[in-house]
């Protein structure tokens, strides 16, 4: 029947060799797979999730495998999780990029993986996974809250754990700034020990130890410092004036820990009362007390010694003022100098002081007459009495000036 529609004879004619050499043609050649480009290094946190990537080319049937390489352990298999381990899982971009997951990161992951193709021979890379930790402060290894007396030797211990290993920073919570011994200030003081070799009451305060590694966040520890030392007392003014009914405020300053008791007292040690003309008033600033003692209207009574008490358990004292009486002065008069200076419009240049010396002499004869009785007839006769001497006087200077001008040999004195 081929014969007939004609097409067997054309099948026949195909060759076996062309058929064969288009089949070998079709087949691809095989190359082998490689990596693009190196694993990079991961840092993360403890508790977050990190993700090591690896990049393949030309992978074909071939497959990628993730190994951890300290423990030799298969973690997975193209995109097959091998291990047992919940917190490993592994994607793909493609086949070309392949992630390994390692999810809720504990210290313990910290080290090298592997990424490997199953090619004869194998073929591999490395990439590291760095775990850091945030700094944690020990409370059983740090110092607490600490009372010492003054004058003693004292250590503040802290430490603290974390990757990379913390530093330790103090300083004190109110900012300001902390006495070392060499008689400098610092904001800070560096190291897991901070060492007072002798503490004062300038030391006391709450102090804080930070820890901090470049890894957020960072944590501190509040440790209180108590310095224990006797009553100290301070009085600016020992010896205070007071007038009859003013109001007068009477200060101490007293420093002491613990917190000590604090009043008044009077002259036999009698303790002042509060209320009534008395008010007492105490200002407490952490280790300080500000002592007050207001007295609304000073009395005789008042006038004395007043003492200002500061007791504690390891001690006590007391500071002393002693109140005295101003008395006002009644006396106004002013003691007023009558100064002469050269009057130029006089012919004789006579000395102004020299009329009110005379003036002064007037006023003198004037009131010895006014206690006589005759008062305007007796002025008038003091004035011009007054007005008779001062013209005498002025009369017998210029004749003796007149006469020395005229008898020049009488201005030389020779001896005798």
């Known amino acids: 029947m081929c014969e007939k529609r004609g097409m067997c004879t054309s099948r026949r004619q195909v060759p076996l060799l062309v058929v064969t050499t288009l089949l070998v043609g079709v087949r691809p050649e ?63 971009s493609d086949h070309r990029t392949w992630f390994l997951h390692i999810r809720e990161v504990k210290e313990s992951d910290r080290g090298w993986y592997m990424c ?8 591999s890379q490395t990439g590291y996974l760095q775990v850091v930790v945030p700094p944690n402060i020990l409370d059983y290894s740090t110092s607490t809250d600490m009372v010492v007396p003054e004058g003693s030797k004292v250590t503040l211990h802290c430490e603290a754990t974390g990757s990379p290993a913390p530093n330790i920073t103090w300083r004190r919570e109110d900012g300001q700034l902390i006495p070392l011994a060499n008689g400098r200030k610092a904001q800070s003081v560096e190291g897991p020990n901070f060492n ?3 503490v004062n009451r300038l030391h006391m305060g709450f102090y804080l130890c930070i820890a901090s590694n470049g890894v957020p966040p960072s944590v501190s520890k509040r440790i209180m410092l108590t310095v224990q030392f006797p009553p100290m ?31 008044w007292t009077r002259d036999k040690d009698e303790i002042v009362p509060q209320g009534g003309k008395y008010e007492p008033v105490l200002l407490d600033n952490a280790y300080k007390v500000h002592m007050k003692l207001t007295i609304s209207s000073v009395s005789p009574s008042d006038f004395g010694s007043y003492k200002c008490v500061s007791r504690n358990a390891l001690g006590d004292t007391d500071g002393t003022i002693k109140v005295y009486p101003i008395t006002s002065s009644n006396s106004t008069g002013s003691n007023t100098k009558y100064k002469g ?22 006023l003198k004869l004037r009131g010895r007459k006014e206690t006589s009785g005759n008062e305007e007839d007796d002025y008038e006769d003091s004035a011009a009495a007054s007005n008779k001497d001062s013209f005498s006087l002025i009369f017998a200077l210029v004749t003796f000036t007149i006469y020395l001008y005229h008898h020049p040999q009488l201005r030389t004195l020779h001896p005798a």
């Not at 301070?234 to 613990?258: I, K, R």
Request: charged share 25%.
């Open 116 to 123: 490997q193709i199953n090619t004869d021979p194998m073929k």
């Open 196 to 198: 007072i070799s002798k």
């Open 341 to 362: 200076k050269l009057r130029h419009n006089s012919r004789n240049d006579i000395f102004e002081g020299n009329q009110d010396m005379l003036k002064e002499r007037d």
């Open 30 to 92: 095989i190359v082998d797979p490689n990596f693009k480009e190196p694993i990079t290094n991961v840092t993360a946190p403890v508790g977050r999730e990190a993700i090591l990537s690896c990049v393949v080319q030309d992978l074909a049937e071939y497959k990628v495998a993730w190994l951890r390489v300290d423990t030799q352990t298969i973690l997975t298999i193209a995109s097959h999780v091998i291990t047992k381990n919940h917190r490993i899982a592994v994607s793909h």
């Open 233 to 263: 007392i301070s009085v600016q003014n020992q010896l205070v004036g007071a007038q009859e009914g003013q109001q007068l405020t009477l200060e101490c300053h007293s420093e002491a820990y613990p917190k000590s008791i604090n009043y």
